[in-house]
């Protein structure tokens, strides 16, 4: 019973952050577009992208507590497909109170290998490497059937990528305790 309250309360954050995750705003770079996998430094490297002027689609925020520092999603058009990726705040004109804050939603682990793409859905750029069937990490936003999911590589770097709902397995959630206070 418990098990399913909190799968059941899973699914309603799901939907109400996958709802959310897609009231992006455009923003105007103010210097060129580094980039990482995630929020943070600790985070794999995709590139530089783009000169100051070029506009992006900012799509959400995480607030970086290690470093201080406000982390924006972005979604562009690079070489015929589209990417998310994440670049400081400071690079961009962007009011980001009015994009979606991520948070952890559940830990989760892949119920058979995949190859990842850089945002949610076909139209997305793949990764070159799969992720192995076990691999446990978190959560942070679903988004029209794919969901974001955070790991550690083999080469034990942290990795945000997008996988289909269908691969991913909850294990716990992060508002359990308080679904499962109620019960003895």
Not at 7 to 16: G, K, N, Q, S, Y
Not at 123 to 137: D, K, N, Q, V
Not at 144 to 172: C, H, L
Request: proline residues 3%; charged residues 25%.
């Amino acid at each position: 019973m418990k098990k399913r309250l909190a799968m059941l309360a899973c699914f309603v954050v799901l939907v109400l952050f996958g709802a959310c995750a897609q009231a992006s705003v455009k923003a105007t770079l103010t210097a060129r577009m580094a980039t990482r996998s995630g929020p943070g430094t600790q985070y794999t490297e995709m590139g530089t992208y783009f000169s100051k002027g070029k506009k992006v689609t900012a799509v959400s925020r995480y607030y970086d507590s290690r470093n201080n520092v406000w982390w924006i999603q972005v979604e562009f058009k690079y070489r015929n497909a589209y990417r998310r990726a994440y670049t400081g705040r400071k690079r961009m004109n962007v009011i980001s109170n009015k994009l979606p804050e991520e948070k952890l939603i559940c830990t989760a682990s892949i119920t058979e290998r995949v190859v990842p793409r850089y945002g949610p859905g076909e139209t997305f750029e793949s990764h070159t490497r799969s992720i192995a069937e076990g691999t446990t990490g978190k959560v942070y936003q679903e988004e029209d059937g794919w969901t974001q999911f955070e790991y550690k590589s083999s080469a034990g770097k942290m990795r945000r990528v997008w996988v289909p709902n269908e691969y991913i397995e909850a294990i716990s959630y992060a508002e359990e305790e308080v679904i499962q206070g109620g019960d003895d």
